[in-house]
């Protein structure tokens, strides 16, 4: 399998512009997936997720931050899981 990332916490704002719109929708949680690639956009399994606040005044450039940090901590529990053999995943809902 392949894995792919998305910088929320999928299903939540599947799809393009997520950090606009994280930004947008007002939200005061977002975060980070990891998830095995699948036919569908950004639909397949849940590998790894990294949760993390959003504040009242975020930027992109500020909650791109935080999702990199959220994906080099996302990684760091991931890869010796699957250096190991298991393969986490959480269905969609």
């Not at 792919?4 to 005061?28: C, D, F, M, Y």
Request: hydrophobic share 45%.
């Amino acid at each position: 399998g392949a894995l792919g990332w998305h910088p929320s916490l999928l299903p939540k704002n599947r799809g393009r512009g997520v950090v606009a719109w994280t930004i947008l929708q007002g939200l005061e949680e977002s975060g980070l997936s990891i998830f095995w690639i699948d036919a569908g956009m950004d639909s397949g399994d849940i590998a790894a997720q990294v949760r993390f606040p959003v504040g009242p005044r975020e930027t992109a450039m500020s909650l791109l931050r935080k999702v990199d940090a959220a994906a080099e901590h996302a990684l760091r529990e991931l890869v010796p899981r699957l250096l190991a053999g298991e393969r986490p995943q959480t269905p969609q809902d």
